[in-house]
Nanobody
Framework: QVQLVESGGGLVQAGGSLRLSCAAS????????MGWFRQAPGKEREFVVG????????NYADSVKGRFTISRDNAKNTVYLQMSDLKPEDTAVYYC???????????????????WGQGTQVTVSS
């Protein structure tokens, strides 16, 4: 069982930056690929970015490429999402997710992660 707790959301003006963190419980964090998803009001949850177990591979949604950066610190059981040049359309609840993976360099970019955090609200004003 993995518990995920996100933090770092908030209100920011367009063009601003935020860094989200996701802290995971347990001693096997390095066995899990991690992902960030978001869900805006009235829309389906969508994949934002994923990172492999090793941290060497990343996969970004086209809408955030060049603006968002994912990273992980396996020693701290934490994954980060650095968001820059934020736009009003980035407004959503952001969720951290974990999926056990065999391949250390594989990035899982589908919605069927095993564990999810409670979400953190990001609001970008124009």
């Amino acid at each position: 069982q993995v518990q995920l707790v996100e933090s770092g959301g908030g209100l920011v003006q367009a063009g601003g930056s935020l860094r989200l963190s996701c802290a995971a419980s347990g001693r096997t964090f390095s066995l899990y690929g991690m992902g960030w998803f978001r869900q805006a009001p009235g829309k389906e949850r969508e994949f934002v970015v994923g990172i492999s177990r090793s941290g060497s591979s990343r996969n970004y949604a086209d809408s955030v490429k060049g603006r968002f950066t994912i990273s992980r610190d396996n020693a701290k059981n934490t994954v980060y999402l650095q968001m820059s040049d934020l736009k009003p359309e980035d407004t959503a609840v952001y969720y951290c997710a974990a999926r056990r993976l065999l391949n250390i360099d594989y990035v899982h970019d589908r919605n069927d992660y095993e564990y999810w955090g409670q979400g953190t609200q990001v609001t970008v004003s124009s």
